[in-house]
């Protein structure tokens, strides 16, 4: 028993709120295993945008972003498909595709993603530039005891990784709304301007819990001289 504790605290940090601001989550390993899971109280929505930026040298299918429900394990899912050369969008387990964008390794890029269940209607934003809008699902919330992870892809709710599409890299300022971004806001996001930080998860109040290798840096080392 006093083993199996060990190794629990060995592996996963506590939960923790914490002001990341200037800072990344750096994924240093390619396994089934290293995430991050991100937790906010509300478990139903209507609508969603998801913004964050990351950086990997990865060419194979990867996640960005991973949220499970009991009902949907690809609730709402950002994921870049690197056979098909494309980035998808999940929402309750329907896709949509977007191909030909210039989602290039080794370069830091600035995602953001949307959703409407009235429209059904999701949009994707990279480096600012916008996406035609393209039809997923509609009609229903995305509700239930959410899961949101970082580094792993949920083929069952909190569970199912495939090392396959783990993400190797660097992730930073991940905020999430529960309403559709206007272009605006979404801009500033892009441009680091004085934007409204996300009211479901805000990187400088991220509520996260580390499990095995991933590691908490200042951003600026990397980017600066």
Sequence with gaps: MKLLLLVGMLTACAAVTQDLSGKMF????????AHVKLTTTKQDFNAVTVCQRSFTDL??????????VPTFSNGFMVLWDG??????????DKIAVFGKTDYKQNTWHSICATWDSASGLVQLWLDGLPSVRKFTSSGSNIRGSLIIMLGQEQDSHGGGFDIKQSFVGMLSDVHMWDYVLSACEIQKYVNEQNFTPGNVLN???LD??????????NKGLFLNC
């Design 26 to 33: 750096t994924f240093p390993l390619e396994t089934n295993t």
């Design 59 to 68: 060419q194979r299918s990867h996640v960005l972003f991973s949220l499970a």
């Design 83 to 92: 056979s098909d050369k494309e980035l998808e969008i999940y929402t309750q």
């Design 203 to 205: 990187w400088a109040a």
């Design 208 to 217: 996260y819990q580390i499990v095995e290798k991933v590691v908490v840096e």
